[in-house]
């Protein structure tokens, strides 16, 4: 089945650190620029962080820059968002979503709706709090 798998989330308190995954199966993500975004219940979906599928390119939304990194390890098949720092505002669920096209140029990328990725993943809970 070819699927995106995110994991990582949890609770954290203020300040705290937490690292994210986004693992592929049944597909290789050496050609995918892959995003991660999050959404709140209620409130509109919010682009966080994307990466090229070389990972020489990448992209902070304002909120988590210098807070936030992306990388990946294309050998694992896995995309990573370390997050540092983390604020009850960082609070949502956290999707990552792979595509062969859309090239991760910040607002560009992130102003696509779900269906135009070719794989989303599922989500995972993070709640910053204390």
Request: charged letters at 15%; glycine letters at 10%.
């Amino acid at each position: 089945q070819l699927q995106l798998v995110e994991s990582g989330g949890g609770l954290v308190q203020p300040g705290g650190s937490l690292r994210l995954s986004c693992a592929a199966f049944g597909f290789t993500l050496d050609s995918y620029a892959i995003g991660w975004f999050r959404q709140v219940p209620g409130k509109e979906r919010e682009g966080v962080s994307c990466i090229s599928s070389s990972g020489r390119s990448t992209n902070y939304a304002h909120s988590v820059k210098g807070r936030f990194t992306i990388s990946r390890d294309n050998a694992k098949n896995t995309v990573y968002l370390q997050m540092n720092s983390l604020k009850p505002e960082d609070t949502a669920v956290y999707y990552c979503a792979a595509d062969s096209l859309i090239p991760c140029s910040g607002t560009y990328y992130y102003a696509h709706s779900n269906s135009e990725f070719d794989y989303w993943g599922q989500g995972t809970q993070v709640t910053v709090s204390s």
